[in-house]
């Protein structure tokens, strides 16, 4: 059975950073694109940046375009979202994410979750 757990979340202030990691275990194969998403409070789960699994191609929520880097070391089954600048608005709960699909940029591609980590941004 497949299992993404996030670590990394934290409280951090305004303009700080932080790095996020997503260890994956039990995937059939090395054909699922990674993700991550977020859901702020009150708020729909959005996506926030992915990275193909066949030429690693990475695509950004034009949010954190130029602050956030998303990368994955498939020796460690592991993803990682680097954020920078970190602003208040980027409080949320970070959701890691797997996909059949090459782009995975929106929920409904999306066939595995993990549990979220919080992520909180002070002013």
């Known amino acids: 059975q497949a299992q993404l757990v996030e670590s990394g979340g934290g409280l951090v202030q305004a303009g700080g950073s932080l790095r996020l990691s997503c260890a994956a275990s039990g995937l059939t194969d090395s054909k699922y694109s990674m993700a991550w998403f977020r859901q702020a409070p009150g708020k729909e789960r959005e996506f926030v940046a992915s990275?193909?699994?066949?030429?690693?191609?990475?695509n950004y929520a034009d949010s954190v375009k130029g602050r956030f880097t998303i990368s994955r070391d498939n020796a460690k089954n592991t993803v990682y979202l680097q954020m920078n600048s970190l602003k208040p608005e980027d409080t949320a709960v970070y959701y890691c994410?797997?996909?059949?699909?090459?782009?995975?940029?929106?929920?409904?591609?999306?066939?595995?979750w993990g549990q979220g980590t919080q992520v909180t941004v002070s002013s």
């Open positions: 990275i193909s699994w066949n030429v690693g191609s990475t």
């Open positions: 994410a797997a996909s059949r699909y090459v782009s995975a940029y929106t929920t409904t591609r999306i066939d595995y």
